[in-house]
Every structure is written in structure tokens, then in C-alpha cells.
């Protein structure tokens, strides 16, 4: 029982430790933490994955990208629904998360998942086009915002939406009016919202139709 409690405080201490200095940097959440990521917690209904998922409205043979995927609580769910006909890009700098990931993948018999290790404004230029992407508690780890939502932006079919979420407990947690403003800027509209001012879910769309009338 000592042994139990003296690993559980020092999780903690290393915990509360990436969390403090992660506020004053854009660090990611090492892999080994990749359990936290995993956790529904009930104080953040949003922020669950099948919560997220059933805002996308996703349909069999969609194309989805998840972006920052860490050990793949969204990408599997995710693979089911679009099925064998559909497929999701899962993003990520950290191999060891994108290993975790592609290990659930397999065991649940998933073959529709790609993983590839790249940053998110510069990785997916060219991918696509996509009719889903997520951006799950990941956009505050992101050093350019704008140019990783314009980049996201740029791979999505028209009309084709993007979940942000963010909750206070994250260290990079962003406000939503900020991420309002910078998704506006790399040409979103807001479609909906899930949570309140400390755990949302932003659902953002790339306008079917440009203000000029031509399609995007």
C-alpha cells in the first residue's frame, strides 16, 4: 500500500509539474501521461468523446482529420463511424503517441486509420479534402494558432466542419473568445456550441458558398 501511495504522489508531483511550466510553454503531453487524455472526466460532458463524435455528424464514408490525435481516444470511435468505406488522418509530433493509437487500431480491427507524425500547420498541407477535422484540447500546444487553423481550413470541403474543444483543466487551455476570433480570421463561421465558458465545444464551418457567390 505505501508503494501504491508513494508511485500515486509522485505521478502527481510530476503532473502538477508539466502542468505548471506547460503554462509558461507550448510543451505537448508527454506520452506517458497519454492516460490522462483518455479520461472522460464527468465534470467536462463536452469534452467526452462520444459527445464530440455525436456533433460531427458523421456518416459512413466521411474523410476526418484528427489533428493532435495523442493515443487515439477520438480516431477510433471516429473509424467506426465512418467504416471501412471512410477513412481518418490521424495527426501527431509525438511517435510514441501515434504507437499507443495505432496499437487500438489494430486491436480493434480498424484498417481505415493513416497515422503520420507532423505539426498540424504544416503537415497537412496538400491532404484532404476532408469533411470532418477535430482539434481537441490541442490548439493551446500549437505555437502558430492562425496558421494551424488556416492550414486545417484549407483541407476541408466546403461545408465540412471542425470540433475544437478546450477545458479550463488543460495547462493550454484557450478561451473561447479568442479562439472565436482567430477561427473567424482563418475564414470559420461558428455553426454551434456545447459547455459553457470553461469547457466548450466549438463546431466551426468552412462556408459552402464564398461571399461572392462562388463556391469554396
Known amino acids: ?9 509522485l505521478t502527481l ?18 506520452s506517458w501521461l497519454g492516460w490522462l487524455i483518455e479520461l472522460d472526466n464527468p465534470l467536462f460532458r463536452n469534452n467526452r468523446a462520444s459527445a464530440i463524435v455525436a456533433g460531427l455528424g458523421l456518416r459512413p464514408g466521411m474523410a476526418v482529420l484528427d489533428a493532435g490525435c495523442g493515443p487515439g481516444r477520438l480516431a477510433i470511435p471516429m473509424a467506426r463511424e465512418v467504416g471501412p468505406a471512410g477513412r ?3 495527426l501527431d509530433l509525438q511517435d510514441a503517441m501515434l504507437r499507443k493509437a495505432a496499437e487500438k487500431a489494430k486491436s480493434a480491427g480498424l484498417s481505415n486509420v493513416a497515422f503520420r507524425q507532423a505539426d498540424i500547420a504544416g503537415g497537412i498541407r496538400g491532404d484532404g479534402p476532408f469533411d470532418r477535422a ?3 484540447t490541442v490548439l493551446g500546444e ?9 492550414a486545417i481550413f484549407a483541407c476541408l470541403k466546403p461545408g465540412g466542419l471542425l470540433a475544437v474543444t478546450e477545458i479550463i ?3 493550454h487551455f484557450q478561451r473561447r473568445a479568442s479562439v472565436i476570433s482567430l477561427a473567424q480570421g482563418a475564414g470559420f463561421h461558428e ?3 456545447t459547455g459553457g465558458l470553461l469547457s466548450y465545444t466549438l463546431y466551426l464551418e468552412k462556408p459552402a458558398i464564398a461571399p461572392t457567390g462562388e463556391a469554396r
Open 1 to 9: 500500500m505505501n508503494l501504491v501511495l508513494t508511485l500515486a504522489a
Open 13 to 30: 508531483i510530476v503532473v502538477l509539474g508539466w502542468s505548471l511550466r506547460s503554462r509558461r510553454h507550448s510543451i505537448p503531453c508527454p
Open 88 to 90: 481518418i488522418t490521424a
Open 134 to 136: 477535430t482539434l481537441v
Open 142 to 150: 500549437v505555437p502558430d494558432k492562425r496558421a494551424a487553423l488556416e
Open 169 to 171: 483543466a488543460d495547462p
Open 191 to 193: 455553426r454551434c456550441r
